[in-house]
């Protein structure tokens, strides 16, 4: 039987600071529930380097995706 999916949204505007610690304790959560995930985060125009921190971060973890506005 196939698992249900679970999407998690998280905007992000200048969190380069806040994103590793961020990304790593929620993956934990989610690794704990018995189904399947993906993270979702979506770059609103960041003028720091959260879009290279969040590259980064998804070959870190493969369950995230990115979108860059």
């Given at each position: 039987?196939?698992?249900?999916?679970?999407?998690?949204?998280?905007?992000?505007?200048?969190?380069?600071?806040?994103?590793?610690?961020?990304?790593?304790?929620?993956?934990?959560?989610?690794?704990?529930?018995?189904?399947?995930?993906?993270?979702?985060?979506?770059?609103?125009?960041?003028?720091?380097a959260?879009?290279?921190?969040?590259?980064?971060?998804?070959n870190t973890?493969?369950?995230?995706?990115?979108?860059?506005?």
């Amino acid at each position: 039987m196939k698992k249900n999916l679970l999407s998690v949204v998280c905007p992000c505007y200048n969190e380069v600071e806040n994103l590793e610690y961020f990304s790593k304790e929620l993956i934990n959560t989610l690794q704990e529930l018995d189904l399947e995930y993906e993270v979702i985060f979506v770059n609103d125009g960041s003028s720091d380097a959260t879009l290279e921190k969040l590259k980064e971060l998804k070959n870190t973890y493969s369950h995230i995706k990115i979108i860059s506005l």
